[in-house]
């Protein structure tokens, strides 16, 4: 029976800040070894298309699960999209610009940002993210959103941001980078891997996944067999079934090795 693995990206395939900007060999042998043995590989990620980097593209995955589960492409075929509502997003952008928030749109291909906004251009560039795919001038009322960004400049600007938890709504905060993401609570990673499950009609006892962020735990306590990366936070851990070495040390190829063959 074939088996179906995802792959987070920072931290787990990657380390932008480390100075690891591409998927290091090993892993990449790995990794074309599950495939070669007719397994798919698949990346689950937060980040939009517009935010991965030319090497993942051509790559040669099985699919994507981008947005934490808004927007779910198996092979070249879309399975699954949520946007976010576009009303709720005309008002977090007026609230946005009154309190100095700059922010990101992130849509199914282009993500949508204010050329003056260069804080969180410079954020981008310590990711090494292309600007292939930003676009300056758009029309809020015909952009589809899937996930917000925000970098705040001040207290209030994070307390506003803070209070944006609600039923619908959670987000991911990075005090150091003084950084938001805002997504739908409804999308996750787990349910965009329970969608390609499905599609490729894979059981669940079959299905792997390796992370380490706070957006990865319900992914790894979901699939069949969960790995944390060693640079994980101790709670991450907690939720995987195993635990792999670090980024810097190619844990994804020694848990692959270790957890799947």
């Known amino acids: 029976m074939n088996k179906a693995v995802f792959f987070d990206i920072d931290g787990t395939l990657m380390d932008c800040l480390n100075g690891i900007t591409d ?19 698949f990346i689950a990620t937060g980040r939009p298309y517009a935010f991965l980097n030319e090497s993942l593209y051509n790559f040669g995955f099985d699919g994507f699960v ?4 808004a927007y779910v492409k198996v092979k070249e075929k879309c ?19 009154q309190r100095n928030i700059q922010y ?16 969180l251009h410079s954020f981008y560039d310590s990711f090494s993210i292309s600007k292939k795919y930003f676009q300056s001038e758009y029309d809020l009322e015909k952009v589809e959103t899937y ?14 941001c803070l209070n944006l938890a609600n039923d619908d709504y959670d987000y991911i905060h990075n005090i150091e980078e003084k950084s938001f993401e805002l997504y739908s609570k409804s999308n996750t990673k787990a349910t965009g891997i329970l969608r390609v499950l499905d599609f490729l009609d894979i059981p669940i006892e079959n299905s792997y996944a390796f992370g380490d962020g706070k957006n990865d735990i319900e992914m790894l306590s979901t699939v ?3 790995i944390a ?19 810097q040390n190619d844990g994804v190829a020694l848990g692959i090795e270790r957890f799947i063959y």
């Open 224 to 226: 069949g067999c969960g």
């Open 147 to 160: 996930k917000i960004e925000m970098l705040y400049n001040d207290k209030s600007g994070m307390d506003y």
């Open 79 to 97: 399975i699954y999209k949520e946007c976010l509502k576009r009303d709720s997003i005309k008002e977090l952008v007026y609230n946005f610009e």
């Open 66 to 69: 981008l947005t934490n589960g």
């Open 229 to 247: 990366m060693g640079n994980a936070e101790d709670y991450v851990k907690e939720h995987a079934k195993e635990v792999t070495d670090t980024v």
């Open 104 to 119: 990101i749109l992130q849509g199914e291909t282009y993500s949508y940002i204010k050329d003056e906004y260069k804080k």
């Open 23 to 41: 998927i290091r060999p090993r892993v990449k042998e790995t990794i074309r070894s599950l495939q070669a043995n007719g397994d798919y590989v």
